[in-house]
């Protein structure tokens, strides 16, 4: 059971959408947001680092996208689905 079901089945409230659907959800923004963040990382491990700029920018901000989707989709008080 991940943590993401874990807290979806503690909450209160029920989820605004069918849940299997959310928690996948949930879980693939921060395995990319983990995954952009090591690929960032292992850029900047490389010999010619400046080459790598564009690949390492794109990466964190793939990361913070996917981090912040998997935050924002993890609350279910006052969910507005329109």
Do not use: Y
């Amino acid at each position: 059971m991940t943590r993401a079901r874990e807290m979806l089945d503690t909450h209160p409230g029920t989820a605004a959408m069918d849940t299997d659907a959310l928690i996948e959800c949930i879980d693939a923004c921060f395995e990319c947001a983990q995954t952009c963040t090591a690929c960032a990382d292992a850029c900047l491990g490389e010999e010619m680092v400046g080459h790598l700029k564009r690949c390492i920018t794109m990466c964190l901000n793939c990361s913070e996208v996917c981090a912040t989707t998997g935050r924002i989709v993890s609350r279910q008080t006052d969910f507005e689905p329109a």
